[in-house]
């Protein structure tokens, strides 16, 4: 049987009836001042259906179907894609801390909003870095690009 991870899935009101009490101990205790990892609305349940996580970040989802079955040809080509697309993201990654993040901030602190553009950028590379980290800790046999969409 496959295992589910869900990360992201917010807190505020969004028990279901499925979850029933243990949902709505989690409602009731999401709230950033608290001092306990409960409390923070991080919760994590290994159940026999999988792993769900919940963090109060309603704007960051984050969603991997893990599926039993394995390639073994794919544990070395893994290794080698992983590399290879590590060093494209990792020169893009310079720029999205040394260019696009300053410039962003500066953006937000004179104009008030952020820049379309350099948030599609940075999110671009942001989720082709977590497309790659979830392949290469074997999460998934599906290959993300070797350039991320920008």
């Known amino acids: 049987m496959g295992s589910r991870v869900v990360w992201g899935q917010g807190c505020a009101g969004e028990a279901s009836d499925a979850e029933g009490a243990w949902g709505q101990e989690l409602r009731a205790n999401c709230s950033p001042l608290g001092g306990s990892y409960k409390k923070l609305g991080r919760e ?26 394995a390639g073994r040809l794919e544990l070395i080509v893994r290794f080698i894609w992983g590399f290879i697309a590590g060093i494209i993201l990792c020169i893009i ?9 300053p410039i962003q901030w500066l953006h937000i602190l004179f104009l008030g909003k952020r820049n379309a ?34």
């Open 44 to 69: 994590v349940r290994d159940a026999y259906q999988g792993i769900v996580r919940r963090d109060c970040m309603d704007t960051v989802k984050v969603n991997v179907t893990n599926v039993e079955k």
């Open 117 to 150: 553009a350099l948030a599609k950028f940075a999110t671009g590379w942001f989720t082709g870095m977590t497309q790659l980290y979830a392949y290469l800790l074997l999460l998934t046999d599906e290959r993300p690009p070797l350039v991320p969409a920008l």
């Open 93 to 101: 990654g310079l720029f999205v801390i040394y260019l696009a993040t």
